[in-house]
């Protein structure tokens, strides 16, 4: 009976809250799947669950400005910000990325989101 006990309380101990994802805007695919990937580890490392009922953790991704490169090699820069939040917990996370169209340097900006940052640390803490 008390190793039940001892159970029962580690068990309430565990228990994190949960979020679920939800993406605001116009996303390209594959960096819409690098961000997920960024927050769920963002998440994960501070004890939070992922669940299909669990708070809504939106994530967006704002444009700021847009420039192509001219010459024979065109490319694409882009300078924003990702903003997540989840209820009155928001943070915004500055990015640049260069690639072969707007798709390619929105992917390689989100890749700048370095779950283990302190700033990714500093955001996982408020939502405690």
């Given amino acids: ?54 708070t809504p953790f939106e994530i967006s991704f704002v444009k700021s400005s847009s420039m192509e490169t001219s010459g024979s090699m065109s490319q694409t820069a882009i300078n924003g910000f990702v903003e997540a939040s989840a209820g009155s917990v928001k943070e915004s ?19 700048q989101i370095l779950p283990r940052s302190k700033a990714a640390q500093a955001f996982v803490e408020k939502l405690r």
Avoid: C
Wanted: hydrophobic share 50%; aromatic share 10%; no cysteine.
């Fill in 1 to 54: 009976m008390l190793a039940g006990a001892l159970l029962l309380l580690s068990f309430i101990g565990l228990q994190a809250q949960s979020f679920k994802f939800v993406l605001k805007g116009d996303w390209p695919e594959a960096a819409a799947d690098v961000a997920v990937q960024r927050f769920t580890q963002m998440l994960q490392g501070g004890g939070f669950t992922l669940a299909d009922d669990g």
């Fill in 93 to 111: 996370f500055p990015v640049k990325g260069v690639g072969n169209g707007e798709a390619d340097a929105i992917l390689r900006a989100v890749k």
